[in-house]
């Protein structure tokens, strides 16, 4: 029995997502963890010691990619996923592409989405998606996707903003990074709405890397594209996937680079890179609590420990 058909077969029908992770604690993953390489440094904010505020955060969200590959492992970080939000409950995921292996088909979101993260979208948790390389192979160009209500697609690139407009918000750009997107037209609105943007955050994510230490690597014509509106626009933050592990760089012009690919796809080797403030190649997902004056980024592993914690400041 083929893969698909085989997990198709275990996790279709009405199964609840509990028995599925119950199932699936007991499985073994199907691919050995690449070996995380030690952090550049032991930056003080990954202090074991390190202990949340105790004030409850502006907004706090989620963020997974390269998630959809129907495999035992995605099943193991959905788990993790709902047992964090069981002791912090986060109203949203922003899911940076690759959402469904191999080539985008929408006949296969409800194995590769709906099941793994039943209990999710059970309590109202919302997934904001963009299209990585994989999702607009078979799906008219990615279109059956933008057209797919759970994924919250308003077009190829979208802002949404999160928060109460007395206490601080956040503004999220969605953008499309693959090679065919509008490019032209996207730029010149991803240039004017951070512009006009009114939000206390401005958070850019999108499926490919600028900078990576993975196995693509970084994108020299990506960062040419995107590096100078974000300095230009002071966005503190960026998120990718695609390449299959976890790397935070250092802030390069004011911006922090999150590559958060473990979302259960095969995970690549990763090196080290002089902007790598910490790498990790393995099955995980992140939380980001945000705040008046910091937002407080988590890498979590599939069973719930916090393996990357970072503080990200404003620059001005
Ligand atoms: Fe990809």
Known sequence: MKRRQFLLTLFGGSVAGSLIYGAIAKSK???????????????????????????EPLVRFAAIADNGFG????????????????????PFVLMAGDNIYSYGEISLAKAYFEEPYAPLLKENVKFYAVL??????KS???????????????????????????AGTVEFFAIDTNSNAPWEAQLG???????????LWKIVY????????????????????LAPIFAKHQVPLYLCGHDHGYERSIPLDGTTYIVNGGGGAPLYKFGKSPQTAFVSSQFSFMTFDVYQDKIITKAIATDGKVFDRAIITKTI
Request: hydrophobic share 25%; glycine share 6%.
């Open 29 to 55: 993953n199907q691919y050995e963890p690449v070996l995380a390489k030690s952090p550049a440094s032991n930056p003080p904010e990954n202090n074991p010691t390190f202990t949340d505020p105790t004030e």
């Open 71 to 90: 495999s035992l492992d995605q099943m193991a970080v959905a788990k993790s996923m709902w047992e964090t939000y069981q002791q912090k409950p986060y």
């Open 132 to 137: 990585g390389n994989h999702d607009i192979i």
């Open 140 to 166: 008219n160009n990615g279109l059956d996707q933008i057209n797919y209500p759970l994924f919250n697609m308003s077009d190829r690139y979208y802002s949404f903003t999160k928060g109460a407009v007395n």
């Open 189 to 199: 609105w991803l240039d004017q709405q951070l512009a006009k943007s009114t939000a």
């Open 206 to 225: 999108g499926h490919h890397p600028l900078y990576s230490s993975g196995r693509h690597g970084s994108n020299p014509e990506l960062a040419s594209k």
